[in-house]
């Protein structure tokens, strides 16, 4: 089955230490997003790429990077620059250039920092 | 003006009952909606997509009103199972979407 793969499920972190949160599709999507989610509050843009070696800062870029380096993989990285690392985050995907094609997301990581 | 607004709930009604939620949105250019159903402490799940003036499938109704940009999604016949936060998505660009902030709909017993 196609599908979005994130892991781990629960990442537990030391105040300080940066971590790479992992997010893989074999949909054969050309965009692929990372999105943060806070309690009760709406999914916030991280960082998103339409095609390989290709990516553009959301909403809430500072304190995060990103690559894709392949079209299947797009790996988050959480610095130490990041003030409120603790959220839930979701990778997603989509057709890139197709107006009316949804999100595919991923079952999330969440991320607790202390 | 956010660029998607939903009324945030919660909407607390019977099993049975018929219940309808809007969504605004500020972008007049956005062709195709979305609606994302979000169970507590999981990702969101697609719903229907709207396209056109509205979409059905089975006791859910998506309508659009282009005129007065919102749309609507309409449950009927409850379920228990109904239960989550539903989530209102506007593709801004082919690379952007907005999400409103979602509403949350509890089916009581």
């Known amino acids: 089955d196609g599908g979005i793969t994130q892991s781990p499920k629960y990442l537990f972190r030391k105040e300080g230490q940066n971590v790479t949160l992992s997010c893989e599709q074999n949909l054969n999507h050309d965009a692929m997003y990372w999105y943060r989610q806070d309690p009760g509050q709406g999914l916030r843009l991280i960082y998103y790429?339409?095609?390989?070696?290709?990516?553009q800062k959301g909403d809430i870029a500072e304190g995060y990077s990103v690559s894709r380096e392949k079209k299947e993989s797009f790996p988050l990285t959480v610095t130490s620059a990041q003030k409120n690392p603790t959220a839930f985050y979701l990778c997603?995907?989509?057709?890139?250039?197709?107006?009316?094609?949804?999100?595919?997301f991923g079952n999330g990581t969440r991320l607790t920092v202390t | 003006r956010k660029e998607v607004e939903q009324d945030p709930g919660p909407f607390n009604v019977p099993e049975g009952a018929t219940v309808a939620f809007n969504c605004t949105y500020s972008?007049?250019?956005?062709?195709?909606f979305f609606w994302y159903r979000q169970d507590c402490r999981k990702e969101p799940k697609l719903l229907m997509s709207v396209y056109s003036s509205g979409n059905e499938d089975g006791r859910f109704t998506a309508q659009l009103n282009r005129a007065s940009q919102y749309i609507s999604l309409l449950i009927r016949d409850s379920k228990l199972s109904d239960s989550a936060t539903y989530l209102c998505v506007v593709p801004y660009n082919f690379n952007k979407f907005y999400f409103g902030s979602g509403t949350k709909l509890n089916v009581k017993p």
């Open positions: 997603a995907s989509s057709i890139a250039r197709l107006d009316n094609s949804p999100l595919h």
């Open positions: 790429s339409q095609i390989v070696n290709d990516f």
């Open positions: 972008n007049s250019a956005s062709q195709s």
